[in-house]
């Protein structure tokens, strides 16, 4: 069964504008992973948070966790037009489990 | 250090066939995942492996689908007498041997399509 479930599925801006998208999962995770999918391309990992950490930064992109709401929610700063791309997250869940749970991901489309 | 590969990159079947998936992964990377992905939807998990033994296979089919990851050589996904409904993107990963809080690095996919 799905896990993750991503807002909005799809989002359209501007480019230099702020993109930000939530995924709220259903049970107890080890971590939670955000993915980006370029139109017929593989999985690129983007960052990985774990369930004991709040907040994580990579460059122009921000993660947040909040597992008393099982949330998360992805900030990209100053978007470019190549960060338009299917964006999921994923959820490793605990109990021994190596599998990742995906959402169905969201469209985001930066317009120059 | 090469990422994870796939091959072939694209697959045509007729019903009936077979079709048979590779994924080498990542140097160092002993756990390899294989996941499917139809058109407009999120990536479902299948199988995991590790060298020689299936470690989960709740997300498999329980016919005509078989994987394996042997002692030497790379991963196979096996799709025995494909169906219309085979027809999908196949995602492999990988991740070091340090479980389940690792990330997983995933190759470019094998997309096949069942005429």
């Known amino acids: 069964s799905q896990q993750g479930e991503e807002d909005p599925q799809a989002l359209s801006i501007q480019e230099g504008e702020n993109a930000t998208m939530n995924c709220s999962y259903k049970?107890?995770?080890?971590?939670l992973q955000w993915y980006r999918q370029n139109s017929g391309r593989g999985l690129v990992h983007l960052i990985l948070i774990r369930s004991n950490e709040r907040e994580k930064h990579s460059g122009r992109l921000r993660v947040t966790l909040d597992t008393s709401k099982k949330s998360s929610s992805l900030l990209i700063t100053a978007s470019r037009a190549a960060d338009t791309a299917s964006y999921f997250c994923a959820t490793g869940p605990q109990g021994g489990s190596e599998k990742l749970v995906f959402g169905k991901g969201m469209k985001l489309t930066v317009n120059p | 250090n090469a990422g994870v590969m796939q091959n072939p990159r694209h697959l045509v079947r007729r019903r009936g066939q077979e079709a048979r998936l590779r994924c080498s992964p990542m140097k160092g990377h002993s756990h390899v995942y294989w996941y499917r992905q139809l058109p407009e939807e999120g990536l479902k998990f299948m199988v995991y492996l590790q060298k020689e033994n299936i470690i989960d296979e709740s997300g498999m089919p329980k016919e005509r689908f078989s994987a394996e990851f042997p002692k030497e050589g790379p991963s196979i996904l096996r799709i025995q007498q494909v169906v219309r409904g085979d027809s999908a993107a196949y995602f492999c990963a990988s991740s070091p041997p340090r479980g389940h809080q690792e990330t997983q690095y995933f190759g470019p996919g094998t997309r096949l399509l069942v005429l």
């Open positions: 049970t107890s995770i080890n971590n």
